[in-house]
């Protein structure tokens, strides 16, 4: 029973952290890749969209375990998941 | 085919107008007869304060509209627990009959989902 | 008789009266009865309890878990609100229109 978690906001990472689950998976879009500037430590995929990485200035600065996405990706993510959790602060 | 829904409330009533949106969307799924539950988080606790007059700044009063969640149908009315622990609150301090869940029972909860909103 | 919209609900709330009550009955067609009456002030203390005007089914629970199942009914609601109930009844007790009737 996975779930993609979305956060469009990077202050949603407080919320969203703690409910991280085997099999689920984060997607940050938005405002949300701004998240990935910090170390993020939790045991589930972290990818950020690309084309909002690149507006914001931050492409090859984010956390290491964080891959990029394309809007492919994003559609094949949703997919690929039981259901979409969208945090948004 | 109802689908269960669960709806994330995580705004401060008042200061914007998010808190009162997001309720009118829960009631309207109610309305639709899919299963819905609400789960407050982090200053959407604020939603769920006794003593609310809305009127003193022009609105409606969202803690009274929430009271009448369980005509509408919603079952589920859930709080996180560390957000309450984080603001002092305390069931007492709600207006409704709520079920307080640490964060096992909240993923459990999105578990049983087929749609999470925010 | 105090401001209305087009449709007929009170623009101010504080306007009512049961005697505006009467007034917009009477534009509905309606001579209200005692049974009527009964809804309106149910209706009224919903409003006062929750902000908020109910939808047809909470309504009907409403009525129905105060007056009784036999007039906690669509069809006795209909009965005396013919039409739309839920928007008739709320008109006629000086609430906001009901904002989720499908």
Redesign the interface.
């Known amino acids: 029973m996975a779930t993609l978690h979305v956060l469009n906001k990077a202050a949603a990472w407080t919320d969203c952290e703690p409910l991280l689950g085997p099999g689920d998976a984060v997607l940050l879009i938005e405002d949300g890749v701004y998240a990935a500037r910090q170390p993020l430590s939790v045991d589930v995929p972290i990818r950020a969209l690309d084309p909002d990485v690149q507006a914001r200035g931050l492409s090859g600065q984010l956390a290491p375990n964080v891959e990029l996405a394309s809007f492919d990706d994003f559609v094949a993510l949703v997919v690929s998941h039981d259901r979409v959790v969208t945090w948004s602060q | 085919m109802a689908k269960r829904i669960l709806f994330?409330l995580?705004r401060a009533p008042y200061g914007s107008s998010y808190a009162l949106e997001a309720l009118?969307s829960v009631?309207?799924a109610a309305?639709?007869d899919q299963q819905v539950s609400v789960l407050f988080?982090?200053a959407g606790l604020h939603q769920l304060l006794k003593g609310q007059d809305?009127a003193a700044v022009g609105q409606?009063?969202v803690g009274?509209?929430l009271?009448?969640l369980p005509?509408?149908?919603v079952a589920g009315l859930f709080v996180c627990a560390?957000s309450a622990a984080r603001l002092g609150l305390t069931e007492g301090d709600f207006c409704l009959p709520v079920t307080l869940l640490d964060?096992d029972g909240?993923?459990r909860i999105?578990?049983e989902?087929?749609?999470?909103?925010? | 008789m105090p401001a209305t919209d087009k449709e007929g609900y009170l623009l101010d709330l504080a306007d009512w009266s049961p005697e505006v009550a009467e007034q917009i009955a009477q534009r509905e067609g309606i001579a209200l009865t005692a049974e009527h009456w009964r809804i309106i002030h149910l209706l009224r203390n919903y409003h006062a309890a929750h902000d908020l005007s109910p939808a047809m089914r909470p309504l009907v629970r409403r009525v129905r878990a105060q007056l009784g199942a036999e007039k906690g009914n669509s069809l006795y609601l209909l009965r005396l609100f013919p039409g739309n109930p839920a928007k008739v009844a709320a008109k006629i007790a000086g609430l906001p229109r009901p904002t989720h009737c499908l």
Do not use: C, S, W
């Open positions: 994330l995580n009118e009631l309207v309305l639709f988080k982090g809305g409606r009063t009274k509209m009271g009448a005509e509408y149908g560390p964060h909240q993923r999105i578990n989902q087929d749609i999470v909103t925010g």
